[in-house]
C-alpha cells in the first residue's frame, strides 16, 4: 500500500456526480487543491453507505472548498448513479472497473465474501503536488476510517 509521502499514481476512470458519466483525472483535481480518495468495497453495501454518507457530514464542503472528495470501487458508473442519487451523495463516484488503480495503490483484495478483486475500504489525501499526505486501509473492510485523522491530515496543507 502506498503511504505519507509516496507519489500518487495518476489516473483516469469514468465516473458520475450522480447525474452524468464522465472520465475524471487526479491531476485535473489536485490542481484545485487537496483530493480525498475514499476506496469503498460496493454501492449499497450497508458499511459503504455508513462511510460515504458520513463523508457529507463532516463539513468538508462548507469549511474548505478546495477539498476534493473521489469516491472509488469497482462498480459501474451507472451502479453508481443510482447510488449518489439515492443517498444523495454529494461528490463523485468512480468506476476502477479493472481493479488497475486499487492495485497500484496497494488497496486491492482477492477475495471478499465470494466477490473476486474488489477495492478494500481505503482513504489518501492527495495534495497539489501529488504526494500521499495520508494513508489508511481497513484492516478489516467493515472498519470505518478515523475522519479526525483525515480532517487532520488535510489542516496541515
Not at 14 to 27: H, I, K, Q, S
Not at 30 to 49: E, I, K
Request: glycine fraction near 8%; include cysteine.
Amino acid at each position: 500500500m502506498l503511504t505519507a509521502g509516496d507519489a500518487a499514481p495518476d489516473f483516469i476512470l469514468p465516473g458520475t456526480d450522480g447525474e452524468t458519466v464522465r472520465e475524471y483525472m487526479l491531476a485535473e483535481h489536485t490542481r484545485d487543491g487537496p483530493v480525498v480518495l475514499a476506496f469503498y468495497l460496493f454501492d449499497f453495501h450497508p458499511a459503504c453507505t455508513d462511510e460515504l454518507c458520513g463523508i457529507q457530514n463532516l463539513g468538508w464542503f462548507d469549511v474548505r472548498e478546495d477539498v476534493t472528495v473521489l469516491g472509488i470501487s469497482r462498480d459501474s458508473a451507472f451502479s453508481h448513479r443510482a447510488f449518489a442519487r439515492e443517498y444523495d451523495i454529494p461528490f463523485p463516484l468512480l468506476t476502477d472497473s479493472d481493479g488497475a488503480v486499487s492495485e497500484r495503490y496497494g488497496v486491492r483484495l482477492d477475495e471478499l465474501a465470494g466477490h473476486r478483486d474488489v477495492s478494500n475500504r481505503a482513504v489518501f489525501v492527495i495534495d497539489g503536488d501529488t504526494k500521499v499526505r495520508y494513508a489508511w486501509a481497513a484492516d478489516d473492510p467493515s472498519t470505518q476510517p478515523n475522519w479526525d485523522e483525515v480532517r487532520a491530515a488535510l489542516d496541515g496543507l
